[in-house]
């Protein structure tokens, strides 16, 4: 079956510094990719969605200047936290739609846990 | 952001009982979702559903798509100690749109 991989699967960062999170799609082209948030105990929240070659579009309240997101390929996207906080530190989580695909059961990374000390 | 109700939040069940969530929402969707989520994991897709009315299984997993369109439900027959873990739904709006809307997840925990 499709498979996303997501690395790292865990970091942690000091407070100012920038931390970029990979998913690539292994075994299929990803014409698109969702990105979540998580806080313990809470349900994903969409923070993005990005298409192969253009602009991610933001869902409300996210700030795009500090999440920047980059989908270069067809198998490969990257979110990048910039000038991290404390209170960006959650669990962030990538799901990706097959080319062609339809559109149901998106296949999801495995998450990365990000801590901001 | 928007999310789904679902139902309940959390629960605890003996081994071998059967369990019911259900998912709720003010607005159509045309496609619906239950994942599943162990610690530190991404989702697992359990089911998908398409259109109203659908039932459908998936071992002893069974999921239904409401007919008005705002709900669904699924059904664990017979739980087991690995069914631990945190249900989710998700919904595609009606608006032609990629994007799932999430449900706020039910938590399950079997006892032995």
């Known amino acids: 079956g499709a498979v996303v991989s997501q690395h790292p699967s865990w970091v942690i960062c000091k407070s100012g510094t920038s931390v970029k999170i990979e998913c690539r799609s292994l075994?299929?082209?990803?014409?698109?990719m969702f990105w979540y948030r998580q806080f313990p105990k809470q349900s994903l929240m969409l923070m993005a969605t990005?298409?192969?070659?253009?602009?991610?579009?933001?869902e409300q309240g996210v700030e795009k200047d500090k999440f920047l997101i980059n989908h270069a390929s067809l198998t490969l996207s990257t979110l990048t936290v910039t000038s991290a906080h404390p209170e960006d530190s959650s669990f962030y989580i990538c799901?990706?739609?097959?080319?062609?695909?339809?559109?149901?059961?998106?296949?999801f990374g495995s998450g990365t846990r990000l801590t901001v000390v | 952001g928007q999310q789904l109700n679902q139902s309940p939040q959390s629960m605890f069940i003996q081994e071998g009982e059967d369990v019911s969530m259900n998912c709720t929402s003010s607005?159509?969707?045309?496609?619906w979702l239950w994942y599943k989520q162990d610690p530190g994991e991404g989702p697992v897709l359990l089911i998908a559903?398409?259109?109203?009315?659908e039932l459908t299984s998936n071992g002893r997993l069974t999921a239904q798509f409401g007919i008005t369109r705002k709900d669904s439900f699924l059904n664990i027959s017979a739980s087991i100690p690995s069914d631990v873990g945190i249900y989710f739904c998700?919904?595609?709006?009606?608006?032609?749109?990629?994007?799932?809307?999430f449900g706020t997840g039910t938590r399950l925990k079997v006892l032995a």
């Open positions: 998700a919904g595609r709006p009606d608006s032609g749109t990629y994007k799932y809307i």
């Open positions: 607005s159509i969707f045309n496609t």
């Open positions: 799901s990706a739609r097959a080319v062609g695909g339809v559109n149901y059961g998106y296949t």
């Open positions: 559903l398409y259109k109203a009315g």
């Open positions: 075994d299929f082209q990803a014409t698109t």
């Open positions: 990005s298409n192969e070659g253009s602009k991610a579009t933001y």
